[in-house]
T-cell receptor, first 112, second 113 residues
Framework: QKEVEQDPGPLSVPEGAIVSLNCTYS??????FMWYRQYSRKGPELLMY????GNKEDGRFTAQVDKSSKYISLFIRDSQPSDSATYLC????????????FGKGTKLTVNP | SAVISQKPSRDICQRGTSLTIQCQVD?????MFWYRQQPGQSLTLIAT?????????ESGFVIDKFPISRPNLTFSTLTVSNMSPEDSSIYLC??????????FGSGTRLTVV
């Protein structure tokens, strides 16, 4: 079993839709959870960062972490064509000194 | 969060040659991380670079192939040595921010022919 599992998609939605992206993981030591957005030919851009369980909201984006189920989600409300990118979940056991373990990424296309 | 300047942004290299990738951070950081992203794949950690000590390599990556320098707290280089087409990837450096999130450079897209 891989440490982090993420459905690679691709996922195609109409503009304005609510998008749900998910990852599951197996390592109970993970405490820090991140979502990155990567446009084609660019480096990953940190979107959301969450420590331990709970929700975090930033504008149209909401990140949820359920450590009991080892499941994390990213919701995008009112999706826009500019949200079209690959979304990567990442996690680590410690902040700042430990490597990130990434999911494979989900390719999202938002159609106008 | 930290700002990372990475260069070159892309290069096309002949097999058997070496390429050195540079990352400059706008603030002092203890650790810098080097990742590889193969075509259609996610990111895989190559090594962790501490200033003043040898880099720590992940399983499957060796110093002779990917030597790393970390001369100070704002700069690091990764060299891809004796390249083959299998080394064609995006190479990325990363640092941890004070808030715990990790910032990445814009990446170096390497094509080996």
């Amino acid at each position: 079993q891989k440490e982090v599992e993420q459905d690679p998609g691709p996922l195609s939605v109409p503009e304005g839709a609510i998008v749900s992206l998910n990852c599951t993981y197996s390592n109970s030591a993970f405490q820090y959870f991140m979502w990155y957005r990567q446009y084609s030919r660019k480096g990953p851009e940190l979107l959301m960062y969450t420590y331990s369980s709970g929700n975090k909201e930033d504008g149209r984006f909401t990140a949820q972490v359920d450590k009991s189920s080892k499941y994390i989600s990213l919701f995008i409300r009112d999706s826009q064509p500019s949200d079209s990118a690959t979304y990567l979940c990442a996690m680590s056991g410690g902040g700042g000194s430990e490597k990130l373990v990434f999911g494979k990424g989900t390719k999202l296309t938002v159609n106008p | 969060s930290a700002v990372i300047s990475q260069k070159p942004s892309r290069d096309i290299c002949q097999r058997g040659t070496s390429l050195t990738i540079q990352c400059q951070v706008d603030s002092q950081v203890t650790m810098m991380f080097w990742y590889r992203q193969q075509p259609g794949q996610s990111l895989t950690l190559i090594a962790t670079a501490n200033q003043g000590s040898e880099a720590t390599y992940e399983s499957g990556f060796v110093i002779d192939k990917f030597p790393i320098s970390r001369p100070n707290l704002t700069f690091s280089t990764l060299t891809v040595s004796n390249m083959s087409p299998e080394d064609s990837s995006i190479y990325l450096c990363s640092v941890a921010g004070r808030d715990g999130g990790y910032t990445f450079g814009s990446g170096t897209r390497l094509t080996v022919v």
